[in-house]
């Protein structure tokens, strides 16, 4: 069986609609046939801005983990809570699936996203012919589990909702949450720019 | 120029030829095993319908407090726009702009969009946005959050449960009813055939 990519016989998948259609010659843009939607045969400059989605949120990983994402005010005091701590309080009192469930979504998968993204684009920047197959898988894992990230910007939003019971008890968000809501969306971008079918690519092929 | 026939795989662009499939079958790419489409018929029906109960249960997730908290009395109630709106209040205004995207703002986008290109098509009509409306849902889906919000309702009712009464309300439990609805409606929602059964509304306009 002769194996041909679409860019190779000179046609374009559509990115929205996924028609098949062959641009006109010498077309510097053109637009989808049946959708309208732009066309381009690989995503435009897909590594350059996955590198700088990724560098960005790197960054922001720091102040997002160190900075306390909730200000909890009571008759006993005011306690700062950063993700981890957030995490240690859920464990130590008592309920460590859930602790377990909030370390993995916001501090795990965050790391875990940053890293295997790096080597996603470093591996398709070099056009390496390892593991196309699981390193695709990779990439459709890390678009499926990237939103759970979310979920402690979540949390952090229906407590100050609930809890503000003038003195005896105030929650309010901490700029740990605006860098925490940061990374995760950055991580997210970074993953939408990245064209898994670079993983496949042998030759250059014009882009955007 | 087009190849009716033939489709790319999205994710590796191998090309290859479309095959018929048995009902509830699906293709899947030979070389990065994705899987390229599904065989269904009649989705549409069946997604408007889902569509229809989603929007439903949005409504009532929306009117009614997600949860309720009782300390010494004192009782207050939250609904999405109202957290988004505190927290805006307290000087964290962008978290509060995207937890009322990803939460609000993205799902409502999805349902309105849905109902409007399904309904019309379930009709045979074609008004023009159709093609725009649908690949505007297609760009909302990965943005709108609702299982993780409701996820993160969880984990806060667990941790204030310790400090006070914690309520859960008719929001709450209509909201884990849009989860599995919209779910349903994105797993039954063929888009192969919506985009199909545009380009022959296109091709031959209705008279």
Known sequence: MIEATAAQLGLIACHVCELVSRPPARAAACACPRCGARLYSRKPDSIARTWALLMAAAILYLPANIAPV????????????TLLSGVAYLWTSGS???????????????????????????????????????????????????????????????????????????????????????????????SMSFDPRLIWDRAKYRDG | MKHSTLIACHECDLLQREVALPPGGKAICPRCTATLYTHSTDSIDRVLALVLAAALLFAIGNLFPVVSMEIQGQRTEALVWQGAWRLHQEGET????????????????????????????????????????????????????????????????????????????????????LIIVLAWASSTLNPHEVWARLDVLEAEPAP
Do not use: C
């Open chain 2, 94 to 177: 962008l978290v509060g702009i995207l937890v009322f995207l990803t939460a609000f703002i993205f799902p409502l986008v999805q349902i309105v969009g849905l109902l409007a290109i399904l309904l019309p098509l379930r009709l045979g009509l074609t008004p023009h946005y159709l093609v725009p409306a649908f690949r505007t849902v297609e760009q909302a889906k990965p943005w709108s959050m609702v299982e993780v919000f409701m996820l993160g309702v969880l984990v806060s009712l667990v941790k204030l449960a310790h400090m006070a009464t914690v309520i859960p309300g008719v929001g709450m439990w209509a909201f884990f009813g």
């Open chain 1, 96 to 190: 460590w699936p859930l602790a377990v469930l909030v370390f993995v979504a916001s501090i795990l998968v965050p790391l875990l996203k940053l890293l295997a993204l790096s080597y996603l684009a470093a591996t398709a920047q070099r056009r390496s012919r390892v593991r196309q197959r699981q390193r695709t898988r990779l990439y459709r894992m890390l678009e499926y589990i990237g939103r759970w990230s979310m979920l402690d910007v979540f949390v952090v939003m229906v407590l100050v909702a609930l809890v503000n019971v003038g003195a005896l008890a105030n929650i309010q968000a901490g700029a740990g949450a605006m860098w925490f809501g940061a990374v995760v969306v950055l991580t997210m971008l970074a």
């Open chain 1, 70 to 81: 909730m200000i909890t005010t009571s008759i006993f005091g005011t306690q700062r809570d």
